[in-house]
């Protein structure tokens, strides 16, 4: 199994939902990444957890909020979203614990819309 | 600021031939390129990296150059193929594990 898989594909809320995204890869990988994506930009990292413990965190706002109860899941909790924060949510992950210099894995992402 | 730019947001070429897409950063401590390919609605796809202790690294159709002194970097697809068409971003890291994308390319392989 080589792959990470992303679930929701597509998901819209609006600005008072909670919702979760979810993020999985059976790869072994110890090193696990959010970005997001808005539309004809680059991926922008959000965090890392390195061994399932947060190991960076790019200044994002509380109201994403990530968890990792494992070390082959990865969480992102949306809560009090704003209409900007509509973007393709992507997940990755990486073998090894140098995480500037090793491979990243992504998954097929999230579309999400909030309303 | 951006630290590593793709300063081309598209490049078009007939198929079978090569297509180079270039890549320019200024973070003198950037040891780690990446390159990715991506296709509308999936996420990016690793494509092929190079250390900074070498100078070439070859993968098949895919070669990736890096001039240290002129800080630039370069993808070649060779020969280059209508699945190839996609928007391909360069990446930077350091040693402070963050990474640093490119606007990205946007490549159309002729048929």
């Known amino acids: 199994d080589t792959e990470v898989t992303q679930t929701p594909k597509h998901l819209v809320m609006g600005m008072t939902n909670k919702k979760s995204l979810k993020c999985e890869q059976h790869m072994g990988h110890r090193a696990m990444y959010w970005y997001k994506q808005k539309a004809k930009k680059p991926p922008e990292l959000m965090f890392v957890y390195s061994y399932e413990k947060l190991s960076i965190n790019e200044s994002v706002p509380s109201r994403f909020s990530p968890e990792c109860p494992n070390s082959s899941l990865l969480n992102l909790h949306l809560h009090a979203l704003q209409p900007e924060d509509s973007a393709l949510y992507l997940c990755?992950?990486?073998?090894?614990?140098?995480?500037?210099?090793?491979?990243?894995?992504f998954g097929p992402g999230t579309r999400l819309t909030v309303l | 600021d951006q630290q590593v730019k793709q300063n081309s947001p598209s490049l078009s070429v007939q198929e079978g031939r090569i297509s180079i897409l270039n890549c320019d950063y200024t973070n003198s401590m950037f040891d780690y390129f990446l390159w990715y390919k991506k296709y509308p609605a999936e996420g990016p796809t690793f494509l092929i990296s190079?250390?900074?202790?070498?100078d070439k690294n070859e993968d098949g159709r895919f070669t990736v150059f890096l001039n240290k002194s002129a800080k630039h970097l370069s993808l070649h697809i060779v020969p280059s193929q209508p699945g190839d068409s996609a928007v391909y971003f360069c990446a930077a890291t350091d040693n402070f594990n963050k990474f640093y994308f490119g606007s990205g390319t946007k490549l159309n392989v002729k048929p």
């Open positions: 190079i250390s900074s202790i070498k």
């Open positions: 990755a992950s990486s073998q090894g614990d140098r995480i500037s210099t090793d491979t990243q894995y």
